[in-house]
């Protein structure tokens, strides 16, 4: 059977002393999936990513990655084993170029970055058109594509995306969507924390519903999607009348 690539084992974790907003969360992650975790506000999504990144220190429970663990080591650390995280705000230089952007996602790259930048331009072509321009004129669009390319310039086993189609209005949701694909089709893995949860599980491998801090269903992307309990309780839907 497949080992993990990722294990998140009964963690906890939060921003202030004695307040857990994660309570003894499970998770994995295996190699080439797309795995997406939804579930309502305050349950825990963010918090996730950012703990599975380093950004935060599980007060409980271990993280392995690639087999060895990694709870309580830094996002530098982190980054050079493998993993990258967009974060959803304040996740480009504003006052850098597109291209200088993606340059400072290399930044433990040694050797030249032409066939990088190559790479990701083809991926994101709207990027070559704004090369020159400071990140700080895209449009939202065009700038979580920025944000994700600068991830990718570090080529990573696995890519953490922290809801990247927030704010975005549903055409350049659509769009978000379509290049999530590719870099999936691609062979990275994906964690996809996202608000937009019918659309996310739709193309998801796996996927996971947390609340207050816990994972209450896992499963296939198409049963989470169709599971009557998790349409009714995060998805909107309701019960037929008769």
Not at 36 to 57: E, M, Y
Not at 79 to 98: D, E, H, I, W
Not at 102 to 107: D, K
Not at 133 to 158: I, K, Y
Request: charged fraction near 20%; glycine fraction near 10%; aromatic fraction near 6%.
């Amino acid at each position: 059977m497949t080992t993990p690539l990722l294990r998140v084992e009964d963690v906890y974790a939060g921003y202030v002393s004695d307040l857990d907003i994660l309570q003894g969360v499970n998770f994995q992650l295996y190699p080439g999936e797309l795995v997406v975790v939804i579930g309502p506000n305050g349950a825990g999504k963010s918090t996730l990513a950012k703990t599975i990144f380093g950004l935060l220190t599980p007060r409980q429970g271990q993280i392995w990655f690639k087999d060895k663990p990694i709870a309580g080591l830094k996002s530098n650390q982190i980054v050079k084993r493998g993993m990258c995280y967009v974060p959803q705000v304040a996740n480009v230089f504003p006052s850098l170029t597109v291209e200088e952007n993606l340059e400072m996602g290399a930044f433990i790259h040694s050797g030249s970055l032409r066939s990088l930048k190559a790479e990701i331009f083809d991926l994101f072509p709207r990027l070559v058109e704004r090369r020159q321009q400071r990140a700080g004129t895209l449009s939202g669009g065009e700038r979580q594509q920025l944000a994700m390319g600068r991830a990718l310039m570090l080529q990573p086993t696995v890519l953490i995306l922290d809801e990247p189609s927030a704010a975005l209005s549903p055409v350049l949701v659509n769009s978000v969507f379509e290049l999530i694909q590719r870099i999936h089709q691609n062979g990275t893995s994906i964690i996809l924390v996202e608000q937009n949860a019918r659309k996310a599980l739709a193309m998801a491998d796996r996927g996971y519903v947390l609340e207050a801090g816990r994972d209450r269903f896992e499963g296939r992307g198409i049963d989470l999607l169709n599971d009557p309990k998790v349409g009714e309780l995060y998805l909107g839907a309701t019960r037929p009348q008769g």
